[in-house]
């Protein structure tokens, strides 16, 4: 294997391949939270057929591991423990051992997860545990470098750098996309100051946020913009309810520093089902949208 690592599944892929050396189990995956969402990095199966079924069933351990809040969480026998044995994934998989390391940041907050499953009790010795527990630091401590790199510093949403991410990850996703700027904020950065811009900015993610489901993707795109992307909801009728959602939350007053604010915003839409257009285009055309929204009210 190459020495290069040159992003976060690089990194996963060599944690793997010392792994599956080290501990002589038949399955390893690795997890991560993204956003709201759990998903695999990596896994390796050591025999054949691969895993059976979806890889995702396998969250279901993992998302263990992030509930138990303890170094190790270990399960002799999946079948016979009550926090597995009624699990889907474990009556397809049959009688196997657990055993799963979380990966914290620096924070304590759990990031994600290092697994394995295997078809004899997992044993692990003072040395073993202690390597795998080190494994499990380093690794957070690159999924923090990558969160910091694809996180917005001031509203905690993701930033432009995360949407390339997107790009290379679309396949098999419908989105919809929506382009919202912020109505003349240049005015409330110049009569109150940017501390107070940066405030504001902060409650508006904020009701952004509360206006989505968990499962949407939030990004500041620039200074005062913000674009959303919808996975799976491509029916214009309910995106033009989302946005008329999101321009009534923004309309609503904002008190900062003891002061009322109001302020509008101007939303642009891309939503084309079944055309098989690529995310970058569509946020493209939703900005485009909303550019000629905000000329025309200008016009009014």
Known sequence: ????????EDAADHIIDTLKHFLCVDTLFITTIDGQRSRIIRAFN?????????PQLLLSYSNLVITHRESFLYIPNILDDHRTALLTSTQQLGALSFIGVPISSDDKQV???ICALHADPIQLDEKQSAFLESLASFFGYILALENASVTDSLTGLYNRRYLSHLYDKQSD?????????????????????????????????????HSVRKSDILVRYGG?????????LVDNQDIE???GKIK????????????????SASIGISSSPGTGQNLKNMISDADQAMYGI??????L
Do not use: W
């Open 248 to 263: 009534d939350s923004i309309n609503d007053p904002f008190s900062i520093n003891g002061r009322n604010i109001r302020i």
């Open 1 to 8: 294997m190459s020495s290069s690592i040159r992003s976060l």
């Open 241 to 243: 309810i989302v946005a």
């Open 173 to 209: 996703k419908l989105f919809s996309v929506m382009f919202i700027d912020i109505d003349d904020f240049k005015e409330v950065n110049d009569s109150y100051g940017h501390d107070f811009g940066d405030i504001l900015l902060l409650q508006i993610a904020a009701r952004l946020k």
């Open 294 to 299: 905000k000329q025309h009210e200008k016009n």
């Open 46 to 54: 050591r025999h054949e057929p691969p895993i059976q079924g979806s």
């Open 111 to 113: 990031i994600g997860t």
């Open 224 to 232: 005062d913009e913000f674009v959303i992307c919808f996975e799976h």
